[in-house]
């Protein structure tokens, strides 16, 4: 079984503009063979991974949040296919809510749980299982696992729920981001950000 590795899944990402998960579950199913997970996503996707597949997100645009007391700021990188979606006001709009999203949540560390390094969950893990000492020892594998899912919503973006829930329906940024994605017929990258916060 190979290793699939973040790096793995978001080249295939950004080959063919299929979903994170998408991508992570085709290349297990392959044994991280790039080339049939591609081969494999355009069969279970259909048209649109074909028409995303090798094309690289080298245009796009960086967008900033300042949020009104002056005192939080973001600054985040969303990538696409051509200069043309790069400049349409949705693609834009779609830039700033996840920039707004960031300022909100000032637990956002990482892009995606795959990120993380290990160091930094394993001591999560170790905390986790020192909290739950009191609970039967046949059960705690499974609540440290929990409370480490609920961890990764709280320090990496594309798996958090918008802050603005009402507005998107409780979808999850990578939902947000594959939703324009299909709209836009590109590849849609959510590629950096940083957050400012006065005295952090």
């Not at 986790?128 to 709280?154: C, H, T």
Request: glycine share 6%; hydrophobic share 40%; charged share 30%.
């Amino acid at each position: 079984m190979a290793d699939i590795t973040a790096a793995m899944v978001k080249d295939l990402r950004q080959k063919t503009g299929a979903g994170m998960m998408d991508c992570k579950n085709a290349l297990a199913e392959v044994d991280g063979d790039v080339d049939k997970a591609v081969e494999l996503l355009r069969v279970k996707l259909g048209k649109k991974v074909g028409k995303l597949a090798d094309r690289e997100a080298a245009e796009g645009t960086v967008q900033a949040y300042i949020h009104a007391n002056g005192k939080v700021g973001v600054l985040v990188e969303v990538d696409c296919n051509t200069d043309f979606v790069a400049r349409n006001d949705d693609f834009i709009a779609f830039a700033r809510e996840i920039a707004m999203h960031i300022a909100a949540s000032p637990t956002t560390t990482y892009l995606t749980a795959d990120d993380i390094p290990q160091d930094v969950r394993d001591a999560e893990a170790r905390v986790f299982e020192q909290q739950v000492a009191d609970k039967p020892e046949n059960i705690r594998p499974k609540i440290v696992e929990g409370m480490l899912k609920k961890w990764y919503s709280e320090v990496a973006l594309l798996d958090q729920k918008h802050v603005n829930e009402d507005k998107h329906e409780s979808r999850t940024i990578e939902q947000l981001r594959a939703d324009m994605s299909a709209k836009t017929g590109e590849n849609v990258v959510i590629s950096r950000f940083s957050r400012f916060a006065v005295g952090e």
